[in-house]
Structures are given as structure tokens and as C-alpha cells.
């Protein structure tokens, strides 16, 4: 079987979104402006209220999925169909924006540690102007496994030592696990074929992907291939390592609008200012 390898490294940029909250910007930056599926992956983490309290107040999505992974602290999301829900410590959600929707997420808390990830997920042309849904899945719902001595893997999407994700019904058939590995504990993980993926090290120094180093903060881009070698460093760590199916379409992007060209893009502008979400 192949192994696969690093074969781009990305720091992320610091800006800020929402109404002002401070993150930081992995992928849909200069540096990785996207890998396709995925068009965007943003860490937010802050004990500060001042990063965060301001929230993402109301604002559309049109053409793609997105998938928030909170790892402490409190939000709510509603959205202009009547829908509400809380993202918690450990929780998942999994909003297919579809045709259009209005969305907000807004802390819940006024002091603490508020820390998780937003990733973007296209989608395909012929599914672009689907119906909107949620997949709200608490902390409860997600499998734990241990499929080697030292590791831990929480299983989002995808299956794993006979566990699958909650996450389902999703075209581009991702791999989503957040992987904890303890000091010198070794894990083969085995990766659908043609899928793009990347390893992300958010916790602990640093881990062995692929053979390699990938320090805290850093993005590994990984190469083709059946399997990836993880290994714990000289701390504890934890990563998201993350595979999704490409789509190789065409892009059109403009904020919060993902379609396939311009004039769908116009589409999308004009439907938003004339109330059609």
C-alpha cells in the first residue's frame, strides 16, 4: 500500500470575521486558497471576550456546506427559516446552505475560553440550489475509538475501527476525525483513494504525519496514496486530519457565495437583495 506524505506546509494568517471575531485563516489564504473540496478552514481561539463576543451575526450562504466543530465554550446558531440550536463543548454542525439561507452564530457566554474550527465544503454543481439542512449532532453522538495503544479518534465523518460518523448523506463522502495521540504511540490510518486531505495540529507541540514533523498551527497538504502514517511527538498532541472526494469543477467565489461562474454569482447577489433566501 502507499503511504502518503506532506507536500505543502501552511501557517495560518491572523485576520478576523463576523462582526470582529479574531481567528485564524488556514485554508482560503494566499498561501492555500483552497484544496479542493474544501474552501475554507478557520481556527478561533480566545479566552479574551473582546476576540469574540461580537459573534457572526446574521449573513447569507449560497452554493456550499458549512461544518463548525466547537472544542470548548458556547454558541447558538439560528437562521431565518425558525431554526435554532446550540453548539457545545464537543458538538458538531454540519449546515448545507444550499439555494440560500440567512445564519447567525452567536456566543452564549461572556467570559472562558472559546476555541473550534469553521471548515467550508463545496458543493457540486447539480446540487448547488438544494434545499438547506442542518446536521446538529452533540458531543454524545460522535464515536470515541481506540485503534492503537496512545491514540484516541473521535470519528465526525467517515469510519474508523468499526465506528462510523454521525455526519451523513454528504456527496463529497469526507473524512473529518480529530486524532489525540499520546508520546510515542503509532497509528496507520487508512485513507479512501483520490481524496484530497490535509492534517492540522491544533494541540501539543507537534506530531509525526507522514513520517514528518508538523508542528503546532501548521497544515500539512498530503499527498495521493492508501494509508498515513501519524506517530505522537514528545508531548501529547491532537490533530484534525480531514479527506474529502474533489469535485473538479469550476469556482466562482464571492463572500459567502460559492457557485460555478460569475453570472451565478450575480444570481446569488440579486436574489439576496430582493429577499429570495
Same mark, same amino acid.
Given at each position: 500500500?502507499?503511504?502518503?506524505?506532506?507536500?505543502?506546509?501552511?501557517?495560518?494568517? #491572523?485576520?478576523?470575521?463576523?462582526?470582529?471575531?479574531?481567528?485564524?485563516?488556514?485554508?482560503?489564504?494566499?498561501?492555500?486558497?483552497? %484544496?479542493?473540496?474544501?474552501?475554507? &478552514?478557520?481556527?478561533?481561539?480566545?479566552?479574551?471576550? #473582546?476576540?469574540?463576543?461580537? !459573534?457572526?451575526?446574521?449573513?447569507? @450562504?449560497? *452554493?456550499?456546506? +458549512?461544518? +463548525?466543530?466547537?472544542?470548548? *465554550? @458556547?454558541?447558538?446558531?439560528?437562521?431565518? @427559516?425558525?431554526?435554532?440550536? #446550540? %453548539?457545545?463543548?464537543?458538538?458538531?454542525?454540519?449546515? +448545507?446552505?444550499?439555494?440560500?439561507?440567512?445564519?447567525?452564530?452567536?456566543?452564549?457566554?461572556?467570559?472562558?475560553?472559546?476555541?473550534?474550527?469553521?471548515?467550508?465544503?463545496?458543493?457540486?454543481?447539480?446540487?448547488?440550489?438544494?434545499?438547506?439542512?442542518?446536521?446538529?449532532?452533540?458531543?454524545?453522538?460522535?464515536?470515541?475509538?481506540?485503534?492503537?495503544?496512545?491514540?484516541?479518534?473521535?470519528?465526525?465523518?467517515? +469510519?474508523?475501527?468499526?465506528?462510523?460518523?454521525?455526519?451523513?448523506?454528504?456527496?463529497?463522502?469526507?473524512?473529518?476525525?480529530?486524532? *489525540?495521540?499520546?508520546? $510515542?504511540?503509532?497509528?496507520?490510518?487508512?485513507?479512501?483513494?483520490?481524496?484530497?486531505?490535509?492534517?492540522?495540529?491544533?494541540?501539543?507541540?507537534?506530531?509525526?504525519?507522514?513520517?514528518?514533523? %508538523?508542528?503546532?498551527?501548521?497544515?500539512?497538504?498530503?499527498?495521493?496514496?492508501?494509508?498515513?502514517? &501519524?506517530? !505522537?511527538?514528545?508531548?501529547?498532541?491532537?490533530?484534525?486530519?480531514?479527506?474529502?472526494?474533489? %469535485?473538479?469543477?469550476?469556482?466562482?467565489?464571492? $463572500?459567502?457565495?460559492?457557485?460555478?461562474?460569475?453570472?451565478?454569482? @450575480?444570481?446569488?447577489?440579486?436574489?439576496?437583495?430582493?429577499?429570495?433566501?
Amino acid at each position: 500500500m502507499s503511504d502518503r506524505h506532506i507536500t505543502r506546509r501552511i501557517h495560518g494568517i #491572523d485576520t478576523a470575521d463576523g462582526a470582529g471575531v479574531k481567528l485564524k485563516r488556514i485554508i482560503g489564504q494566499p498561501g492555500l486558497d483552497m %484544496l479542493d473540496p474544501f474552501l475554507l &478552514l478557520d481556527e478561533f481561539r480566545s479566552d479574551s471576550a #473582546d476576540d469574540y463576543i461580537a !459573534g457572526f451575526p446574521e449573513h447569507p @450562504h449560497r *452554493g456550499f456546506e +458549512t461544518v +463548525t466543530y466547537m472544542l470548548a *465554550g @458556547h454558541m447558538q446558531h439560528g437562521d431565518n @427559516h425558525g431554526n435554532r440550536g #446550540d %453548539l457545545t463543548p464537543g458538538s458538531v454542525q454540519w449546515m +448545507t446552505a444550499g439555494r440560500g439561507i440567512l445564519h447567525s452564530e452567536m456566543p452564549q457566554q461572556e467570559n472562558g475560553l472559546m476555541w473550534g474550527f469553521q471548515l467550508w465544503v463545496n458543493l457540486p454543481a447539480k446540487d448547488k440550489m438544494t434545499a438547506p439542512r442542518y446536521q446538529d449532532i452533540g458531543p454524545e453522538r460522535i464515536p470515541v475509538v481506540h485503534p492503537a495503544a496512545g491514540v484516541e479518534v473521535k470519528v465526525i465523518a467517515g +469510519t474508523l475501527a468499526g465506528a462510523t460518523g454521525p455526519v451523513e448523506g454528504i456527496v463529497t463522502a469526507p473524512v473529518y476525525l480529530d486524532i *489525540g495521540l499520546q508520546p $510515542g504511540a503509532k497509528f496507520t490510518l487508512d485513507l479512501p483513494v483520490g481524496h484530497h486531505g490535509f492534517a492540522y495540529v491544533f494541540d501539543g507541540e507537534s506530531a509525526l504525519v507522514g513520517g514528518e514533523q %508538523l508542528r503546532r498551527s501548521e497544515l500539512g497538504v498530503l499527498s495521493e496514496g492508501e494509508q498515513l502514517q &501519524l506517530a !505522537g511527538g514528545d508531548q501529547p498532541s491532537r490533530l484534525l486530519v480531514v479527506a474529502g472526494k474533489p %469535485l473538479n469543477e469550476s469556482v466562482a467565489r464571492y $463572500g459567502p457565495f460559492v457557485m460555478n461562474t460569475p453570472e451565478q454569482i @450575480h444570481e446569488a447577489i440579486a436574489d439576496f437583495r430582493t429577499g429570495k433566501f
